[in-house]
């Protein structure tokens, strides 16, 4: 017998009635030092949730995003802890669940970067793809599979080439990424397992959503921290990849409501989240830029394309082969119909309020406001 058998064994005696176990709320999530994380945590605790999360260790800091939450604890009673843990363990995973007995779990963990998982395909495929499986065995190993309810960050990248426009609940999917491919496996084993068991495990099938705490390395935050710095003259030049292709992006804040009300239906079902509108990197550029106070001219075309500061005359936006993908995502514009429907969730923040409050956010981070500026 192994540990991880051991301790579910020991789990599972005295579980309480599935009833009786879910009128307590004890989220544990996954990723909670991402973007969407720290959202949800910040959610989850205004609605009286005790909240446990799993982070890595790293010999830097790595919980920036939810620092403002410990602080809070002093303040106020709120029900906040963090568990070293990684999703490549599974007895880890068991220990944690063992230990927490959750009620909702959000698997937010993830290698997330499309770019980085061509780089990193395998290490991708264990942490996105077989760490869901690992959390939803360590959910039966410990007898909850009829008391946990469960959340699957699963992704528009799992449509990848276009089949059909708008993208909903029902259009095929056709991965163009490691990453893409990881996370159809991951889909499916929570069908499957839904189907097997009779697990209450959602899909919540997210569109790009950015925001503030967006990792800087993702072409809207890329953007943003390069207009404010370039305004400021901390910054020459903006290198960026494929400007034409288009996505659908919305807040996180928005989208963390969502992964939520998936929760709180009385059958478990995939959903799609998005904005059902669609901009090209171009236009992220441009309107961040404007917002600057710096016109852009567009001049050269495909791998000489370049954007002029009207005023100054220097480009300050180039395109950089490097940042091209093997293969890449054209087009995303999702369908969220049916959570608008069934979940009456709806987007609250749309594009341009998005683009200026990212930018407004990078320009207060290097130092100054753009009245400032002016
Ligand atoms: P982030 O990249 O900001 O956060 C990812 C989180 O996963 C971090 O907390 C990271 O920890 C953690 N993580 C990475 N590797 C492991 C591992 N091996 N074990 C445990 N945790 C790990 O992503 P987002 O917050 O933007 O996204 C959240 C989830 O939603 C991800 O699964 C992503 O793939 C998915 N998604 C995101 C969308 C978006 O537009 N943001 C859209 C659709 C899906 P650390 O901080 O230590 O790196
Ligand atoms: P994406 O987000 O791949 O959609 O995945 P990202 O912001 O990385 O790319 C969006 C589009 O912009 C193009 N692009 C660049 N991208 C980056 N990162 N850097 C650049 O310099 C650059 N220039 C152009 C890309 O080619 C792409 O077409 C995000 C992640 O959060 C995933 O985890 C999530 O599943 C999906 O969104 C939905």
Redesign the pocket.
Known sequence: MSIADIVGTLARANLPSPEDFQKRKVALI????????SYLTEFLLEKGYEVHG???R?SSF?TGRLHHLYEDQHERPIKFKLHY????DSTNLVYIIAQVQPTEIYN?????HVKVSFEMAEYTGD??GL?TLRLLDAIRTCGLEKHVRFYQ????ELYGKVVETPQSETTPFYPRSPYGCA?LYAYWIVVNYREAYGMYACNGI????ESPRR?RTFVTRKITRAAADIALGKQACLYLGNLDARRDWGH?RDYVEGMWLMLQQPAPEDFVLATGETHPVREFVEKSFTKVGIELRWEGAGEDEHAIDVKTGKSIVKVDTRYFRPAEVDLLLGNPAKAERLLGWKRKVDFDSLVDEMVEADLKAAGSLVEDQN
């Open positions: 996954s990723g909670i030092t991402g973007q969407d994380g799993i982070i890595r790293s790595n843990g990684d999703l490549s937010l963990g993830a290698q997330s942490v996105d760490g960050a699963s992704t528009s996370k997210l569109f790009n959503h990792g996180a």
